[in-house]
């Protein structure tokens, strides 16, 4: 007998920071049959935020430079306000959601990023995902939603990738279930063209992925999401796709798919 399948979706993007095309996804999401997690991310919002309050969030490479002020923020915004928005959301379309942070039952331990050339702060990398924790909510037929944040199990929470942590628990989940993994963002895919959204590269191995970076058509925030779709299909993960979310309730638009 094979493996359950198990889907495993990461809403990211401008679709957060959309009321009405979030509630859709909400609902596509709650839809879809069997077992499934969620992971979001939810920069922009805590951008806002912060930038109300006279804070100005500090990038690099694509990545939140995440001080203690910052941390504040984010945690109140991926845990708090978007978290738990979106469980309630679930629950009115009768998904029986469960919000979630890495420190919750030690789902997802990490560490503070070692400073090399850049000190990204509070940023954490993970070093472990608590497989069997998450199983007990999906065998009692809950769905965890999970925000990008960690801790260190030293009392220290961490802001960590959201697209890092939907990768590293479809990694973990893997090892039970059949695991697809869905990154959905405002995009068709992978563009070759980023002003064309019908441009979308719909079969990328890693060799053709290294030929797309050296052309510059993948730069930037797509690289270290694509490092770690690559990651998880190495590690297991049995299919991954990059989609705008409407693929969720139909599998044959366009999108991109990803190979070894």
Known sequence: ???????????????INDKNTLSAFIKDFAQLDGKKILVHGGGKRATELANSIGLEPKMVNGRRITDEANLEIVTMVYAG????????ELHQNNCNALGLSGADVNTIQAHKR???DIDYGFAGDIDAVN??????????????????????????LLNTNADTIVSEVAIAMSKDYDTSLIYTFEKNGVLRTIEDDNSVIEHINSKYYEQLK??????DGMLPKMLNCFNALQRGVSEVKIANPTILKNQNQLHTTLVL
């Open 81 to 88: 306000l978007l978290n738990k928005t979106i469980v309630a």
């Open 1 to 15: 007998m094979g493996k359950q399948k198990l889907h495993i979706v990461k809403i990211g993007g401008n679709i």
């Open 114 to 116: 070692m400073v090399k």
């Open 214 to 219: 050296e052309e510059g058509i993948i730069a």
């Open 131 to 156: 497989h069997k924790a998450i199983d007990v909510f999906l065998q009692n037929d809950m769905t965890p939603v999970f925000c990008a944040i960690s801790h260190d199990k030293k009392g220290q």
